[in-house]
């Protein structure tokens, strides 16, 4: 069983909509999310953490956390092809250890 | 100026061959990581050390040496290179490692197996 789930995708969304990634986690004890973007080619880039449940927001990202359920989501409003990534969702694991999903690509139309 | 450099960016080698990648950050964090993401983009952490000192080791073959000089260097040494090593190595760093915040990457060491 995968530690970290994700629907690898491809997200495609018309610019200017929004995005919604999903994540789903086996370890209840989990209490530190975050949400990486890469590019592709680049290095994962850490664009949103989130501890507590309910939602987090950012400019134009949104994280929401539901620990009874075990999910992590990242929504994106106004969605722009700049925004075309894989975005990778992470737990803290026990110690000094991140678990990544696999992550979801997000293309975003012009 | 870059936070978390590696050297070098690309890594083409034979099978059997011996070979290193370098990471350096300069943001005074204390603790330093490798990561391996394979070809169907799973990131996965190898080894990680606070202040110089070994505090994850995953299940990665003995053919990988981590080794951090100083808490602003760790290296990672390969021996006997085989196709399956073929991957994009990732060094990250993080100040607050219990709680995971800014984990910065550097950008990454594509090594090709032939």
């Known amino acids: 069983q995968k530690e970290v789930e994700q629907n690898s995708g491809p997200l495609s969304v018309p610019e200017g909509a929004i995005a919604s990634l999903n994540c789903t986690y086996s370890?209840?004890?989990?209490?530190?999310f975050f949400w990486y973007r890469q590019y592709s080619g680049k290095s994962p880039e850490l664009i949103m953490s989130?501890?507590?449940?309910g939602d987090k927001e950012d400019g134009r990202f949104t994280a929401q956390l539901n620990k009874a359920s075990q999910y992590v989501s990242l929504l994106i409003r106004d969605s722009q092809p700049s925004d075309s990534a894989t975005y990778l969702c992470a737990r803290r694991a026990g110690g000094f250890k991140t678990i990544f999903g696999a992550g979801t690509r997000l293309f975003v139309k012009a | 100026d870059t936070a978390v450099s590696q050297t070098p960016k690309y890594l083409v080698t034979q099978m059997g061959n011996d070979k290193s990648i370098k990471c350096e950050q300069n943001?005074?964090?204390?603790?330093m990581y490798w990561y391996k993401q394979d070809s169907k983009k799973f990131l996965k952490i190898m080894f990680s050390?606070?202040?110089?000192?070994?505090?994850i080791n995953e299940t990665v073959p003995n053919r990988f040496s981590p080794k951090s000089p100083d808490k602003a260097h760790l290296n990672l040494h390969i021996n006997s290179l085989e196709l399956g090593d073929s991957a994009v190595y990732f060094c990250?760093?993080?100040?607050?490692?219990?709680?995971?915040?800014?984990?910065?990457f550097g950008p990454g060491t594509r090594l090709t197996v032939l």
């Open positions: 990250a760093s993080s100040q607050d490692s219990q709680t995971g915040r800014d984990k910065f």
């Open positions: 943001l005074g964090h204390d603790t």
């Open positions: 370890d209840r004890g989990s209490q530190s």
């Open positions: 989130i501890y507590s449940n």
């Open positions: 050390y606070n202040n110089k000192e070994l505090i």
